[in-house]
């Protein structure tokens, strides 16, 4: 009968010690939105968009130094002090606009050499 009480407790603390450390872990996780945060000098894009409609950032070309990119994964969320997009499509074209500390969250990268192309860009 001794025995079986000790065990009980042995039992018993154990697992209150998992639910204290596994309660730990989850209250303290933070919730993390962009695995990949990057600030770059400059970027451009020159979307095809119809007439009055479109985002003018669907995508970005940078340089992977300039930017000091580093992949840790997706989301990415790219930060530009002057990024210029040439707008082709509209008739009298194309048209250049430059937007200042432009923040993006994209979906997808590709590094070619010190090429980066973001893709899936939208307002972040």
Known sequence: MHQRLLRARRTAVAGAVLVTVAGTVVVGAPAARAATVTHCPT????????????YLFPFIVTSV??????DHGAPYDFTVDTATSTVYGPPGGPYTYTVDNLSLACTAVKVTGDSLLATGCSPG
């Not at 970027?43 to 479109?54: I, R, V, W």
Request: hydrophobic share 40%; proline share 11%; charged share 0%.
């Open 65 to 70: 130094s300039a930017c000091g990119f580093v």
């Open 43 to 54: 970027a451009h894009s020159a979307p095809l968009l119809p007439t009055g409609t479109g």
